[in-house]
């Protein structure tokens, strides 16, 4: 990463609670390297604007980072998020150490932020005031699609995108589908599954309903899982290996770096040993039970054209 590239810098609106914690913040106009001359000076023009009712106020945010180096505050960390969404960068090209320890847990409603420790009041002033008021969640991540449209994306589903997913042009999330922060899609691709924090998914691919593809944030992986492009994991299947392109995963069979895997030859290895090769098809064998996997033959005819055409 040049040193211009290892800048961004954001223009945005904070949420602040009454005790000064920032419960999110809103970019509106972001970009990598330092902000460029014409736009130096630029602020938003955002008077006083407190919620009485939420008890948060709104204040206006200017701020530079350097991507290399870890977050610092609540601000820092959204507006990493805000870049990887409006796919200016790509997962794991920026450092989001610690960022669990900075973001607060937020109550999301339909009217916006609000603080944990006061929302069984507020929950009543705000139902009051609008007759309906809808809890999305509890949770440190807000709604991708609350912050970032990402054009020509489909997203059945806004509840199970996070801000802070990198969803490519083509890319439709159905509605079981499931995308974390710092992971996605790099092409075209049919999510009905999950992409756990950290996964990336090749051009191509399809992750079908119910499969999972593991992260590295429990258990303390650190290994980088990626799917490659062409590649189907079938209904049900999960994947704790990387794939390489043009591979599947036999719909409800799950494979971990440790399973045992039968070889054409009537070798048997770990799974890791296959991790990221190419033109791979793992399967149960339906009389032994045992996993196998043989070089894939045939062809998938691949994603539906006109689904992707978003």
């Known amino acids: 990463m040049s040193s211009s590239q290892n800048l961004a810098y954001g223009v945005g609106v904070a949420t602040q609670t009454e005790s000064g914690q920032t419960l999110d913040c809103h970019f ?3 970009g990598l390297g330092s902000k460029p001359a014409n736009k130096e000076g630029e602020t938003l023009s955002l008077q006083q604007d407190s919620d009485l009712i939420r008890k948060v106020k709104k204040i206006p945010v200017d701020i530079g980072i350097e991507l290399s180096v870890a977050p610092k505050d609540v601000a820092d960390v959204y507006l990493r998020l805000h870049l990887l969404s409006h ?3 790509k997962p794991h090209g920026i450092n989001l150490d610690n960022i669990f320890t900075i973001l607060p847990n937020v109550v999301w409603t339909s009217v916006g932020a609000c603080e944990i420790n006061t929302f069984d009041q507020v929950r009543l002033a705000l139902q009051n005031k609008y007759g309906n008021l809808t809890v999305y969640s509890v949770d ?20 199970r995108v996070r801000l802070g997913a990198y969803l490519s042009a083509g890319t439709t999330v159905m509605h079981e589908g499931f995308v974390n922060f710092n992971a996605g899609t790099l ?14 998914v090749g051009d191509g691919s399809d992750i079908g309903g119910g499969a999972s593809i593991m992260g590295t944030l ?6 980088v899982i990626s799917i490659g492009e062409r590649t189907l994991l079938g209904a049900n299947s999960g994947a704790g290996i990387s794939l ?7 719909a409800g069979v799950y494979i971990t770096a440790g399973s045992k895997i039968l070889l054409p030859d009537g070798k048997i290895v770990k799974a890791k040993e296959l991790s990221g090769a190419n033109n791979l098809l793992f399967r149960r064998n339906s009389q032994s039970g045992a996993l196998e996997v043989v070089p894939k033959s045939g062809s998938w005819s691949g994603l539906n054209s006109v689904l992707h055409n978003n």
């Open 28 to 30: 509106h106009s972001i």
């Open 87 to 89: 796919r200016l960068v």
């Open 140 to 159: 440190k991540f807000p709604r991708m699609i609350d912050y970032v449209i990402p054009e020509g994306v489909r997203i059945a589903d806004g509840d």
């Open 187 to 200: 092409g075209k691709s049919m999510v009905e599954g999950r992409i756990s924090s950290g996964v990336v």
């Open 218 to 223: 429990s258990g303390g992986g650190k290994e």
């Open 244 to 250: 390489g392109d043009d591979c599947v995963i036999e």
